[in-house]
């Protein structure tokens, strides 16, 4: 298939809503047609977005001949059987971080993209990024990497209604970001940023000591806990990372690269605006302020998400079935290690019990 790439967009949400903004600027995209779990709500959603189609029912929208791929922007905990009811169907699936709940569920969806021959890629925008590129291509300047650290700390808008819903106040739902039996959390809504990438550059870990919050949430109608934030430590031959993560407090930390000649800064880990390289000079005492970065930043997308949908129409089209950066193998990895911080959390996810 060459050219245009016509997408089925599960899921109506804000997500959907904003992915669709830097989709659309590429000119091989074309969404053309929306499911949600309300069909006036995908009407509404496609007459937004200049969609033709609208469906209520997954299976009909997996089953339309005239879609050659699905991107899907539900809550976690229903990503593994969307996807592979598409994959199943002979479609493309780009769906959201996280891949799926736990690594049971990755391995599954890997296992039926490779069984279909189709093409599966987890919709993390860190690792698409023109300047993320850019970080790889200039690795190499600061030598022997020695510490990786991360972090992506932002004040939940949905945090309030939590509170409430704790104190009495408000008897709704707990949002599924922050809601267990959604596979919800700090880590999984945020927290993924700061991993993702550190796999992407040094692998898996072969260490990993993290130290986590957690709340008592109401859920399947008993209180279970849910991470609001989280610090995680991981070892690597000859270096160490660590990443910092919440949903309850903010942070402007940078993400920094340290190497045995130099480091290479990054303004934001979840989608990198600005870069410097800073080479190692003579040590100093503190009396001066050392040597200056060099501004590395390279140009960026007009919007931010579509790096995402460029990197996955760009193999559509090449007929290939894995992205090199946000490969099979690094979401696999990811969700191992989430699945370890989970555990030494004590949070558990209705999919765990499944296993």
């Known amino acids: 298939m060459k050219g245009t790439v016509r997408f089925g967009i599960i899921g109506t949400g804000r997500i959907s809503d904003w992915v669709l903004k830097g989709a659309v600027l590429d000119p091989r995209f074309k969404a053309v047609a929306v499911c949600s779990r309300s069909i006036e709500r995908a009407k509404a959603f496609g007459t937004a977005h200049g969609i033709p189609k609208a469906y209520s029912d997954p299976e009909e929208i997996a089953s339309d001949p005239g879609i050659d791929a699905i991107y899907i922007g539900t809550p976690n905990h229903t990503h593994h059987d969307l996807a592979i009811l598409c994959m199943r169907k002979g479609k493309h699936v780009m769906c959201e971080k996280p891949l799926a709940s736990n690594v049971r569920e990755v391995s599954e969806m890997i296992a039926v993209a490779r069984n279909h021959g189709v093409l599966l890629m987890e919709a993390m925008i860190s690792t698409l990024s023109p300047n993320f590129r850019s970080v790889q291509e200039r690795l190499a300047e600061i030598g022997r990497v020695r510490h990786y650290s991360a972090a992506f700390c932002q004040y939940s808008s949905k945090f309030g209604q939590v509170l409430r819903i704790l104190s009495g106040e408000d008897s709704s ?24 990438p550190m796999v992407t550059l040094f692998g898996k870990p072969d260490s990993i000591k993290a130290e986590t919050k957690t709340l008592m949430v109401p859920a399947g109608g008993s209180a279970k806990p849910v991470d609001i934030q989280g610090s995680v430590v991981f070892g690597y031959p000859g270096m160490t990372a660590s990443v910092m993560y919440s949903k309850v407090a903010d942070s402007r930390l940078r993400t920094e690269i340290s190497g045995e000649l130099g480091m290479i800064s990054l303004d934001q880990v ?21 040597p200056s970065a060099f501004d590395i930043t390279v140009p960026g997308d007009a919007d931010e998400y579509q790096c995402e949908f460029r990197e996955f129409m760009d193999l559509v089209n090449s007929g290939q079935k894995e992205s090199r950066n946000n490969s099979l193998r690094n979401s696999l990895i990811v969700a191992r290690i989430m699945d370890e911080i989970r555990r030494q959390a004590g949070i558990t996810f209705p999919a765990d019990l499944q296993e």
């Open 173 to 196: 739902p707990v949002p599924s970001s922050f809601n267990p039996d959604s596979s919800g959390g700090a880590l999984m809504d945020v927290g993924i940023y700061t991993i993702y």
């Open 270 to 290: 979840h989608i990198a605006r600005q870069v410097g390289l800073t080479l190692r000079g003579e040590p100093t005492s503190g009396r001066t302020a050392g």
